[in-house]
């Protein structure tokens, strides 16, 4: 079982930057492959970014790649978003999500546990 917590959120200014944590429970937590998705008003959730155990593999959703970073520490048991360059049609509340083994997927189904969210909301 593993329990997540998502900090960091806020309101900024379009082109402002903020970074998102993600805090996990569990002594396993380098096992598992972690994602950050995201869900507006209205809309389905949506994924954002994914990094594989190890740090060493990443995905980005075209609509974030090249603003978004993704990192994990594994000695803190934290996962981070690091989100510069923002733009209004980022605003939405964000999941941090974590799936069991080593593959990495873009997937929203493929994750087995989900924290609260965090809400980012982008002024323009």
């Known amino acids: 079982q593993v329990q997540l917590v998502e900090s960091g959120g806020g309101l900024v200014q379009a082109g402002g930057s903020l970074r998102l944590s993600c805090a996990a429970s569990?002594?396993?937590?380098?096992?598992?492959?972690m994602g950050w998705f995201r869900q507006a008003p209205g809309r389905e959730r949506e994924f954002v970014a994914a990094?594989?155990?190890?740090?060493?593999?990443?995905y980005y959703s075209d609509s974030v790649k090249g603003r978004f970073t993704i990192s994990r520490d594994n000695a803190k048991t934290t996962v981070y978003l690091q989100m510069n360059s923002l733009k209004p049609e980022d605003t939405a509340v964000y999941y941090c999500a974590a799936r069991r083994g080593m593959v990495v997927t873009t997937t929203r189904n493929g994750y087995d546990y989900w924290g609260q969210g965090t809400q980012v909301t982008v002024s323009s």
């Open positions: 569990g002594r396993t937590f380098s096992s598992y492959a």
């Open positions: 990094i594989s155990w190890s740090g060493g593999v990443t």
